[in-house]
């Protein structure tokens, strides 16, 4: 499939994405199947990474990172799903580099960014951020984790779920009630340090239907102490609002992850409805074949134009959350829908793990869910009309 030239790709991100490909093949994808196996990311990969640049390639200089823009972790991105580590690496790559990292970077004090970001721009230490709880999922002001405040620290009690990198993290960002009587001003942010936390237990490595090298846990937290000093932001109460803020580009994110496999599904689909036969003929050949394939590129080349404009709004720092919610709910959606319609051309083959598109058969439907369920996307658009 001709990709469409991002009108926001410059030469500097062009030779970022080429220099991407080639360590991606060399140094990560020999691993993936080891790591589906295993159900994690070995560290190694994380500080090979880190060497290599591909970590919080967008938080500045001074605090270890690449001092790019969003653009610099989207043209990252999106060869790590190019070369198949989209349900693995790309999943925690993009929770650490792009949400857990400049939630530090937005909210943090300077302390805070000198002590987290320069690890996390290394693969040092890995981020991950616990919102989600087994009764609270999009619906965060419903969370029943406490943080109460004791002397110079807090007491943090609660049980968190769906955690990308649980397993890896060395740095988890909770989300939990301050005040719970206060409701959504009751929400703030507290980083918890694993490595010297009495209290803090990493539950399941949880078994899913895709994504299957991506370490997505339980975390239970039992009276752990956190310094009071690891409060994101200069006071309580400000938690949810830094989520809304945070959450359109969060979103957005997962726009271009949907687009990026709408792109390998057609592509792979292209080439082997070329060479496989039936009732005589290659499959492109059906007038069937050639309807659906039709269909599934233009919506991957809507989807690209759609990402593309709302990524130059992003760099001009107009991004607006309503179209970032438009964009999720309907690239997602249409992910989901592509791929479907492209692995029918397989047959029984698109049914075997051992084949491409069926691992982003799998790993495409948790898009619909995680960063705010499409349901709630659509909630947050009708409240515009």
Known sequence: MTQRVSPWMTEELSILREQTRRFLERELVPEREHWEKDGVVGQDAWRKAGAAGLLCASIPEAYGGGGGT??????IAEEIGRAGLAGG???GAGVHSNIVAHYV??????????????AMATGELIGAIAMTEPGAGSDLQSI??????????????GQKTFITNGQNAGLVIVVAKTDPAAGARGISLVAVETANAPGFRRGRNLEKIGMHAQDTSELFFDDVRVPAANLLGEDEGHGFRQLMVELAWERLSCSFG???AM???VELTSAYVKERQAFGQPLLH?????FKLAEAKTHAVIARTFVDDLMMRLLDGELDPTLAAMAKWWTTDMQCKVIDECLQFFGGYGYMAEYPIARLYADARVQKIYAGSNEIMKMLIARTL
């Open 258 to 260: 949907a687009v990026v």
């Open 105 to 118: 970077l937005a909210y943090g004090s300077e302390a805070q960014k000198r002590r987290w970001l320069p």
């Open 89 to 91: 690496f790309g999943a």
């Open 144 to 157: 029943r984790a406490t943080a109460r405040l004791d002397g110079d620290a807090y007491l943090l009690n």
């Open 286 to 290: 059906q007038q069937n074949t050639q």
């Open 70 to 75: 969003r653009a610099h972790d989207v043209v």
């Open 263 to 265: 792109e390998q599904a």
